[in-house]
């Protein structure tokens, strides 16, 4: 519970790179989300080069914090496998979120940049990275050890509980 409530938007990292080991972790619990019919769409690029991480904020505007950030971790949908087309972005939400929450438990910080559905965004990640056509890049997250700390929100609101009926 305590990743859960304590996760934050961390944008600003240590220099200090994220260990292979970890990474694997990181991407195991994204394997480990729930998938519609256990089609497990996902695919991953982990991103490490320098050189590529700071050239994302070109056209994705939202991704400057990847100047810092020692590494990130692009979350795609393949669509060659779907067993139920509709649901895959659920699928890679859940893989995100997992990731997000792994991390945190690790001692590393994240932020969540969205890619999917802004044609621009997804096009920018299909050229920078050779992708083929069915990989559809659906987010791409910052990951590093902080060099922030942001306090708990207090997010619990009971007036948006409804029980058996609106």
């Known amino acids: 519970m305590e990743a859960i409530f304590t996760r934050r938007s961390i944008r600003r990292y240590a220099a200090e790179p994220v260990p292979e080991d970890v990474v694997k972790q990181l991407l195991e619990a994204a394997?480990?989300?729930p998938s519609a019919h256990n089609q497990q769409p996902w695919q991953f690029v982990v991103i490490q080069d320098r050189?590529?991480?700071d050239r994302?904020?070109?056209f994705h505007p939202y991704s400057t914090m990847l100047k810092s950030a020692p590494l990130a971790i692009l979350?795609?949908?393949?669509?060659?496998?779907?067993?139920?087309?509709y649901f895959w972005p659920q699928d890679c939400a859940a893989a995100t979120q997992n990731i997000?929450?792994?991390?945190?438990?690790?001692?590393?910080?994240?932020?969540?940049?969205?890619?999917?559905?802004?044609?621009?965004?997804i096009d920018g990640m299909r050229t920078l990275f050779g992708m083929p056509e069915?990989?559809?890049?659906?987010?791409l997250i910052a990951v590093g050890y902080p060099a922030e700390e942001k306090p708990r929100p207090d997010r619990f609101d009971e007036q948006r509980i409804h029980y058996d009926r609106w």
């Open 31 to 33: 394997m480990y989300a």
């Open 51 to 53: 050189q590529t991480l």
């Open 56 to 58: 994302m904020p070109d």
């Open 75 to 85: 979350v795609c949908g393949d669509s060659s496998c779907l067993k139920s087309p």
């Open 100 to 121: 997000l929450l792994a991390a945190r438990a690790l001692g590393l910080g994240t932020v969540w940049m969205g890619v999917y559905p802004k044609e621009p965004l």
């Open 134 to 139: 069915q990989i559809i890049p659906f987010s």
